[in-house]
Antibody
Framework: EVQLVQSGAEVKKPGESLKISCKGSGYSFTSYWIGWVRQMPGKGLEWMGIIYPGDSDTRYSPSFQGQVTISADKSISTAYLQWSSLKASDTAMYYC?????????????????WGQGTMVTVSS | QSVLTQPPSVSAAPGQKVTISCSGSSSNIGNNYVSWYQQLPGTAPKLLIYENNKRPSGIPDRFSGSKSGTSATLGITGLQTGDEADYYCGTWDSSLSAGGVFGGGTKLTVL
């Protein structure tokens, strides 16, 4: 079964660091991109960035550039999202999702597999 | 303010049909595939439509997608109470700040 399994919920204080994970299984982890999507309480989906575990090529949304770091360890089929100094406004559900790229057309495919989400709560 | 524009809410009675629009521009919808996602309360988003009009295995043919120019539409026929959810369109934006983009989401209420 193709799946992405994310790490568990986190409760942190402002200023603390955090790294959450997303482990892929059932497919070639290095052949698809892994994206991260934020959903703040009661709000919509926001695209944060994406990484290609095959060569660690990473793209960020301007809204999140410099605020988070996306990385991957292909040896253990795991992608990461990390913060060096959390803020209360980082409180949200974070999803990872698999995305393909159509080389022939240059079009990006859909997010076809989603993780279950990791709830991050930042509060003093 | 989302790059892609969706109506905040739509509603219809069970058994009826509803459409949800998604409006963008030439740098996103006009130049890439559109996908649609269903998010039931308290769950992760789920792929409903990919490459503008294709359904993943297991998605009933009550759900359909179309794209024309810089707009896309999700159609749902034979509405069921279990279809009550938030629906999001998504695509890639090829502008200077290239990256994925989503619509703001549409809450479907089945009356």
């Amino acid at each position: 079964e193709v799946q992405l399994v994310q790490s568990g919920a986190e409760v942190k204080k402002p200023g603390e660091s955090l790294k959450i994970s997303c482990k892929g299984s059932g497919y070639s982890f290095t052949s698809y991109w892994i994206g991260w999507v934020r959903q703040m309480p009661g709000k919509g989906l926001e695209w944060m960035g994406i990484i290609y575990p095959g060569d660690s090529d990473t793209r960020y949304s301007p809204s999140f550039q410099g605020q988070v770091t996306i990385s991957a360890d292909k040896s253990i089929s795991t992608a990461y999202l990390q913060w060096s100094s959390l803020k209360a406004s980082d409180t949200a559900m974070y999803y990872c999702a698999r995305q393909g790229y159509d080389i022939l057309t240059g079009y990006w495919r859909a997010f076809d597999i989603w993780g279950q989400g990791t709830m991050v709560t930042v509060s003093s | 303010q989302s790059v892609l524009t969706q109506p905040p809410s739509v509603s219809a009675a069970p058994g009826q049909k509803v459409t949800i629009s998604c409006s963008g521009s030439s740098s996103n919808i006009g130049n890439n595939y559109v996908s649609w996602y269903q998010q039931l309360p308290g769950t992760a988003p789920k792929l409903l439509i990919y490459e503008n009009n294709k359904r993943p295995s297991g998605i009933p043919d009550r759900f359909s997608g179309s794209k024309s120019g810089t707009s896309a539409t999700l159609g749902i026929t034979g509405l069921q109470t279990g279809d009550e959810a938030d629906y999001y369109c998504g695509t890639w934006d090829s502008s200077l700040s290239a990256g994925g983009v989503f619509g703001g989401g549409t809450k479907l209420t089945v009356l």
